[in-house]
């Protein structure tokens, strides 16, 4: 077989639409074109059936005990923005304190800041050096007045796997509401809502293999049953939690995407774990200095996130400019400050923007592993030549007791 560039490792930002999914939505853009919401014809009732089909398709994957805790949005950052506002307007008589994590995506933390604006009080929770949460920190950050807890099932740049399992027993022995961002985290690693105590989950399909644009918001029915205040008001769609004509192509392909990854997701994250830790061995076997950025054993089976010493993160993606992978996450990487994520995890400036995120994906072949590994050798000894703390180092100077004098 022979290898294609651009070779593609940046499956944590976006994911190739699997063609199973777009032929399924295919004859939804030109044949069964209905509104979902057009009550008074067959158009609109094959429409609104694709999308009950889909509905079904996503709570299967995330182990909901109703479909009509589906609610679809426009992806991620609107279903957390739904989650946390909404709980946070429905409920504001009984509570104003949330709690969060320091490493949470931008799209729970902004929204966050925003209800401080609005005199909400927020809790942002610090993790261990591995990225990960201590529940008994969310046992004791809970208050009288605490109404919701956020926390990811797992980190989009290091890929730490958080334990939600044990967080959900906490806020359900206090009556806490728990929203948690499972964007990155479902169909890689075991998530079921009903299991884990979760009352509202934010899902994405670009990042599952399916279309871009659409989203949905799990929540919770029963047991307890869950309110939200509305966010967008007009026609009263989703259950009147989010109006606005229905994505029926986008839903289509969702819940397709989620279907496959109900049959198929364990035996796809046992292959991401081979080619991961074989990428991982030959990386570490060749050169010096290489360290790994969060939690091997509660980690994303697809995740690899290094910091290459003595090597600039931003010259190591040009000098590999064939591999698309990212330093930072793709939502904030247009900033060159360091990582808030690896700052939050104790990991110094220096080693924050020497890190390079891999993230391996359906698509991933293992000529590309092989292929890329080589080239990542090749490159950081070359950007290492180049630099004399390198040189330094290799004598045996310890950096940090040098005085660097201005001339």
């Known amino acids: 077989m022979t290898l ?77 923005n739904l989650a946390i506002k909404g709980v946070a307007h ?53 208050t009288d007045k605490t109404i919701l807890v956020s926390v990811m099932l797992a980190n989009n740049e290091v890929g730490t796997i958080q334990p939600i399992k044990e967080i ?9 509401l728990l929203h948690s961002d499972a964007v990155q985290g479902v169909g890689k690693t075991p998530f079921d809502v009903e299991e884990m105590n979760v009352d509202l989950a934010s899902l994405t399909a670009h990042k599952l293999y399916g279309p871009k644009g659409v989203g949905a918001l799990y929540v919770r029915r029963s047991r307890p049953r869950v309110r939200i205040a509305t966010e967008m008001d007009g026609g009263g769609h989703e259950f009147g939690m989010r109006s606005g004509t229905l994505n029926v192509p986008g839903i289509v392909g969702f819940g397709k995407a989620c279907e496959l ?34 939690s091997f054993e509660h980690r994303l089976p697809n995740n690899l996130n290094l910091s290459f010493g003595f090597v600039e993160g931003e010259s190591m993606l040009m000098a590999i400019n064939d591999v698309a992978v990212s330093s930072g996450s793709a939502c904030t990487s247009a900033s060159l400050e360091p990582s808030y994520v690896l700052h939050a995890m104790g990991v110094t400036d220096d080693a924050a923007h020497s890190s390079i995120r891999f993230g391996l994906g359906r698509f991933t072949t293992d000529e590309e592993i092989e292929y890329v590994a080589k080239l990542v050798i090749e490159k950081v000894r070359k950007l290492r030549d180049m630099s004399p703390l390198w040189e330094m180092h290799k004598e045996g100077i310890d950096l940090t007791t040098v005085q660097w004098t201005a001339h």
Request: overall charge negative; hydrophobic content about 40%.
């Open 261 to 294: 990854l109900t049959a198929e997701w364990r035996a796809e994250a046992e292959r991401f774990r081979g080619q991961r830790n074989h990428l991982l061995d030959l990386l570490t076997s060749a050169l010096d200095e290489v360290h790994m950025n969060g």
């Open 4 to 80: 294609k560039l651009p070779i593609y490792m940046d499956n944590h930002a976006t994911t190739q639409a699997d063609p199973r999914v777009v032929e399924t939505m295919l004859p939804y853009f030109t044949q069964v074109f209905g509104n979902a919401a057009s009550r008074s014809h067959s158009f609109g009732w094959s429409a609104d059936e694709a999308v009950a089909t889909a509905r079904e398709q996503v709570a299967t994957l995330i182990g909901a005990s109703k479909a009509k805790e589906i609610v679809f949005t426009s992806g991620a950052t609107e279903s957390n």
């Open 168 to 176: 959900g027993a906490i806020t359900r022995e206090r009556g806490v």
């Open 90 to 142: 429905f409920y504001r008589d009984k509570g104003n304190h949330i709690i969060t994590t320091k490493i949470e995506h931008k799209a729970v933390l902004d929204t966050c800041k925003r209800l401080e604006v609005e005199g909400f009080e927020v809790t942002y929770l610090g993790v261990d050096k591995l990225g990960r949460i201590d529940p008994e920190d969310v046992r004791r950050a809970i």
